[in-house]
């Protein structure tokens, strides 16, 4: 039976939801985008008229779907080149979801979603229903055919492995932006002991090329060692420009709620770093630069003026 128009309607008001959810499961824009899509050819291809509750329906197809695209993406992620971040997303996007409390800001944060990596699909997908879109266990458990003490079961241990990273801290955004700007100030300083001062013991620097942009194939760990890597980032180098096609202009932003530096060349994204930050000072860097991670990032970044950047780089 062809969708109405009070069909299509229902399906258009759930896909914010659905992309929401989508995009926390998978940490990639585009794929969230994809599965949405698919669930609403599985929508038009069924009988509407029979879903005794559309919403409980859409997200249950959705979520399964994303399932199933996470055991396929950790088989694609063994041959990644380097080191894998998620996609971010810029303050505003509509994908970035709900917000109201802690939580549902902690569970789209840069840093939990790379966490997230840790978790098998089922202990992602209960966490981030229950976490971020407050489903209870019972319904989590007709998503996911599983038994409630079950959902329970895999909530608690998805909890666990996420509450293992350093302990965000909620701050405003002037007090983002001095940070930031610190932050910017010691990096272009060329001088290593500012950042140290800035960074925690344990600091980490990962950065996401792809393959396509030159990046750091490990991990960087301490705070001496990070803020040594930082230091030569933001020297000046003709290497650099050429990787990228010129002097980018640097930006304090936000992106998925945490404080962040944007690096934009003609318009075009080519850069986002995010900063996690706590009560004991910077615990981690996250560099984006996979030109493929950018795309909606930079559709983004142009629908808005932003002014002039605080400095041009290399």
Known sequence: MPLTAEDVDRFEASRPRLEAIAYRLLGSAAEA????????????????????????????????????????????????????????????????????????????????????????????????????FDYSHREIADILDVSEAASQQIFHRAKKHVADGPARTEIDAATARRI??????????????????????????????????????????GAVAVAKFLRGLFQPAEA????????????????????????????????????EITADGIAGFRNQVNPDKLERATAHWAAADHGEPLFVAY
């Not at 202990?123 to 229903?129: C, F, H, N």
């Not at 996401?208 to 490990?218: E, M, N, S, V």
């Not at 002097?247 to 986002?272: E, F, H, T």
């Open 33 to 132: 985008e994809d599965v949405v899509q698919e669930t609403f050819l599985r929508w038009h291809a069924t009988d509407v008229g029979r879903i005794e509750v559309p919403e409980a329906w859409l997200t249950k197809v959705l979520t399964n779907l994303c399932l199933n695209q996470l055991t396929s993406a950790r088989v694609r992620r063994e041959t990644y080149v380097g080191q894998w971040l998620p996609e971010p997303l810029l303050a505003g996007d509509p994908m970035l979801g709900p917000a109201d409390t802690a939580e549902q800001r902690e569970s789209v944060s840069y840093a939990v979603l790379a966490l997230m990596e840790r978790l098998s699909p089922n202990e992602r997908a209960v966490y981030v229903l229950r976490e971020a």
């Open 180 to 221: 930031v700007e610190e932050f910017l100030a010691a990096a272009v300083s060329g001088r290593t002991e500012p950042l140290v001062r800035l960074l925690t013991s344990d600091a980490v620097s990962i950065g996401d090329g792809g393959g396509k942009i030159p990046a750091r194939a490990k991990v960087v760990e």
């Open 240 to 275: 650099k420009r050429a990787v990228i096609g010129g002097s980018p202009g640097v930006y304090i932003s936000s992106a998925n709620g945490d404080p962040a530096v944007v690096a934009v060349l003609d318009g075009r994204v080519v850069g986002i770093m995010c900063l």
